[in-house]
Nanobody
Framework: QVQLVESGGGLVQAGGSLTLSCVAS????????MGWYRQAPGKQREFVAT???????NYQDSVKGRFAISRDNARNTVYLQMNSLKPEDTAVYYC??????????????WGQGTQVTVSS
C-alpha cells in the first residue's frame, strides 16, 4: 500500500509560480507512473500531468507550456512546477501513483490533496 503526501500549495497572484511536491512511501517494489490531478469547486477531478518511470510525460492541454512535471526516482518523489498561474488553476491538487507493492500486487494511491489558490 502506497502512502502519498503532497506539499507546496498556497496562495499566489495570477502570473506567479508554485512548485508542488509529493513523496511516496510504503512497501513499494516499484512506482511506474506518478501524476497530478486537480479538482475545483463544482467540477470533476481532472487530469493535469503524468510522468512514467522512464520520464515520459503527458499534460492536459490547458497547462501545456506552463506546468512541468518531474520526478526523483531515488526518493519516490514527483514534482509539479507551475508557472504563469491563472485563476482557473485554483483547485485542490492531488498526487497519484501506480506501481507494484512488495508482494507484486497492484499499488495505487492518492494523496490528501493540497490547495492552490490563484488570485486575480
Amino acid at each position: 500500500q502506497v502512502q502519498l503526501v503532497e506539499s507546496g500549495g498556497g496562495l499566489v497572484q495570477a502570473g506567479g509560480s508554485l512548485t508542488l511536491s509529493c513523496v511516496a512511501s510504503g512497501n513499494i517494489y516499484i512506482i511506474n507512473d506518478m501524476g497530478w490531478y486537480r479538482q475545483a469547486p463544482g467540477k470533476q477531478r481532472e487530469f493535469v500531468a503524468t510522468i512514467s518511470s522512464g520520464g515520459g510525460k503527458n499534460y492536459q492541454d490547458s497547462v501545456k507550456g506552463r506546468f512541468a512535471i518531474s520526478r526523483d526516482n531515488a526518493r519516490n518523489t514527483v514534482y509539479l512546477q507551475m508557472n504563469s498561474l491563472k485563476p482557473e488553476d485554483t483547485a485542490v491538487y492531488y498526487c497519484n501513483s501506480v506501481g507494484l507493492n512488495s508482494d507484486f500486487t497492484p499499488a495505487r494511491g492518492w494523496g490528501q490533496g493540497t490547495q492552490v489558490t490563484v488570485s486575480s
